[in-house]
C-alpha cells in the first residue's frame, strides 16, 4: 500500500488544522493506520491510530483531548482533525499502515508502510 500524506501547514498557536492520509495500491479497510510526528533532533513518536474498522483508536497522552482520528475508507483516507494545537506540536507528521491491532500498535518500529511527511508548525 503507498501512502500520502497532506494538510500540513503555519498555524497560530489555539488553532486548528487536519491531515489527509490517502492510500492506494492495497485494500486500506483491512488496515490499522497511524499518525507519528518528527521535531528536529528527535526520534519519531506516536501520535495516534484507529483500528481498521474505525471503532478503536489509541492516543498519546500529550494529543488526548485536542486531537482526532478518523477514516473514510470509501475515499481510502484517514484523517487527523488537530485542535488547540501548541507550539510544542510542531513537527513533520507522517502516517502510516500495518496489517494488526496489538500492544505494539503505537511503536513506529512495527508499521511498514510509511507515507511521505507533511509539516506542521505553530507559531506561539
Known amino acids: 500500500v503507498q501512502l500520502q500524506a497532506s494538510g500540513g501547514g503555519l498555524v497560530q498557536a489555539g488553532g486548528s488544522l487536519r491531515l489527509s492520509c490517502a492510500a492506494s495500491?492495497?485494500?486500506?479497510?483491512?488496515?490499522?493506520m497511524g499518525w507519528f510526528r518528527q521535531a528536529p533532533g528527535k526520534g519519531r513518536e506516536f501520535v495516534a491510530t484507529i483500528s481498521s474498522s474505525g471503532g478503536s483508536s489509541t492516543y498519546a497522552d500529550s494529543v488526548k483531548g485536542r486531537f482526532t482520528i478518523s477514516r473514510d475508507d470509501a475515499e481510502n483516507t484517514v484523517y487527523l482533525q488537530m485542535d488547540s494545537l501548541k507550539s510544542e506540536d510542531t513537527a513533520n507528521y507522517y502516517c502510516?499502515?500495518?496489517?494488526?491491532?496489538?500492544?505494539?500498535?503505537?511503536?513506529?518500529?512495527?508499521?511498514?508502510?510509511w507515507g511521505q511527511g507533511t509539516q506542521v508548525t505553530v507559531s506561539s
Open positions: 495500491g492495497g485494500t486500506s479497510s483491512s488496515y490499522i
Open positions: 502510516a499502515a500495518r496489517s494488526y491491532w496489538d500492544s505494539t500498535r503505537v511503536m513506529p518500529s512495527r508499521y511498514p508502510y
